[in-house]
């Protein structure tokens, strides 16, 4: 099982917020790091705090090609991936009646649709080592359902419910799945919600405030590290007290 030093990763979305941090997090423990978002600017913004073994490639992780892109880029610049940190996303608030086709299709292709292309990118070259470590970025919203983010909710839910079908049929191959499930945190994309949304969100939380996305970061070092190798087909939360399980 590797070390945080040993592993080649995989980092989507990692243009800011959680998957910034978490990008930043690994490169800081030794990791190779490719860091993918949907903004070449903000991939390559990402990659200039990380140091020499980093590169960053634009891609939308609901396109096959461009998943087959980012995973081809890795192999060729640092190796096969032996980390896959699935954490692009996006948010829409809505009330569920004005809810659009296409709103739907595109949440669910960003979040569940890229989790299931990544994952089955990565999956082969794993399988073959007997190692590997996926770590899907889900949110306490996919646990408890939230208000107005019918969608959202919906899609995040079903990155928990791949986690664990996946982890039942690839962890005796030595691969380990699991999930991180946050609530709410300050990132730009949380940000964008109603001021109303999340004040009344804050006032619900046992700890009264949201977190920062280095509290998740910290949270998928330690899934990707053999002191989480017990760890499987697991959903921790980092939500500042809005689900207890």
């Known amino acids: 099982m590797k070390a945080l030093n040993e592993h080649t990763a995989i980092v989507t979305g990692a243009g800011s917020g959680i998957g910034r941090a978490v990008a930043v997090r690994l490169a800081r423990e030794g990791a190779a790091v490719v860091a993918n978002d949907l903004s070449a600017a903000a991939a390559s913004a990402t990659v200039a705090a990380l140091g020499p073994r980093a590169r960053a490639v634009q891609g939308d992780v609901a396109l096959p090609e461009d998943v087959e892109r980012i995973f081809a880029l890795c192999e060729r610049e640092l190796g096969p991936c032996t980390l896959l940190v699935n954490n692009a996303g996006i948010v ?30 990565a999956i082969a070259a794993m399988l073959a080592a007997k190692d590997g470590v996926i770590v899907n970025i889900a949110s306490q919203l996919g646990q408890i359902g939230g208000v107005e983010l019918c969608h959202y ?13 996946l982890a039942r049929e690839v962890s005796v191959h030595g691969v380990r799945v699991n999930a991180v499930a946050p609530g709410p945190i300050n990132t730009e994309l949380v940000k964008r919600l109603s001021p109303d949304w999340r004040a009344a969100k804050a006032a619900q939380l046992p700890l009264g405030s949201f977190g920062e996305p280095e509290d998740v970061a910290d949270t998928v070092a330690f899934l990707a590290s053999p002191q989480a190798r017990l760890y499987v087909g697991q959903t921790l939360g980092p939500n500042s007290g809005d689900v207890m399980l």
Not at 153 to 165: C, D, H, M, Q, R
């Open 153 to 165: 909710s919906a899609a995040k839910a079903g990155i928990i419910g791949l986690t664990k079908a």
């Open 92 to 121: 829409h608030q809505a009330a569920f009646e004005t809810l659009t086709v296409a709103d739907w299709d595109r949440m669910i292709a960003v979040h569940l649709r890229g989790n299931f292309l990544c994952a089955r990118r």
